[in-house]
């Protein structure tokens, strides 16, 4: 078992839609959990993130982890075309970061 | 500022050749990374920097090399590179202290090694 499984892609959503974006993890050991964008062609942006289980809010965007189930959700409300680009979870522990494969979400206007 | 800059954007190098990547960041983080991504994957962790000694290295080939001239600069030394290392090279960094897994991204050098 992969230490951090990602919904496989890629997804299309018409602009508005509410996106839900999941992960899941094997690892104990995690205690921070980031999330990343990545437009074609750039590098990864740091999106957001939280600290053990919980919820985190940001404008549009809203992570969850639910550590007793290993579970990891990012949900973006009233979804913009702007947002197309591939989400990476990233879940970290002694100083490392493991990426999720990462799912393509694409905003149709 | 608020940017890890890297140069080159673009590198073709042939299998003897020897170049390098740069990475700067002026944002006072004392922790660098470099990172491997090839297309349609997520980044693979190289090497990590910390207070600019070598801290973690994934067991990277010695074909490359990592420097940390001071703590605003990361090199990658590459030498002797075979095609499977065309990949897009990500350097990032993170404050010292607090959280380390808040990376800050370059752009990255798009590598072909023909």
């Known amino acids: 078992q992969k230490e951090v499984e990602q919904d496989p892609g890629p997804l299309s959503v018409p602009e508005g839609a509410i996106v839900s974006l999941n992960c899941t993890y094997s690892?104990?050991?995690?205690?921070?959990f980031m999330w990343y964008r990545q437009y074609s062609r750039k590098g990864p942006e740091l999106l957001m993130y939280?600290?053990?289980?919980g919820n985190k809010e940001d404008g549009r965007f809203t992570a969850q982890v639910d550590k007793s189930s290993k579970y990891i959700s990012l949900f973006i409300r009233d979804s913009q075309p702007s947002d197309s680009a591939t989400y990476l979870c990233?879940?970290?522990?002694?100083?490392?970061?493991?990426f999720g494969k990462g799912i393509t979400l694409s905003v149709r206007p | 500022d608020t940017e890890v800059t890297q140069t080159p954007k673009h590198l073709v190098m042939g299998m003897t050749n020897k170049k390098s990547l740069k990475c700067e960041q002026h944002?006072?983080?004392?922790?660098m990374y470099w990172y491997k991504q090839k297309a349609k994957k997520p980044p693979e962790l190289m090497f990590v920097?910390?207070?600019?000694?070598?801290?973690i290295n994934e067991s990277v080939p010695s074909r490359f090399s990592p420097e940390c001239p001071n703590s605003s600069l990361l090199n990658l030394h590459l030498h002797a590179l075979q095609p499977e290392d065309s990949a897009l090279y990500l350097c990032?960094?993170?404050?010292?202290?607090?959280?380390?897994?808040?990376?800050?991204f370059g752009p990255g050098t798009r590598l072909t090694v023909t």
């Open positions: 920097y910390s207070y600019e000694k070598l801290s």
């Open positions: 939280t600290y053990s289980s």
């Open positions: 944002m006072g983080h004392r922790a």
């Open positions: 990032a960094s993170s404050p010292s202290r607090g959280v380390s897994y808040e990376q800050y």
């Open positions: 990233a879940p970290g522990a002694n100083s490392k970061l493991t």
């Open positions: 690892n104990s050991a995690f205690q921070y």
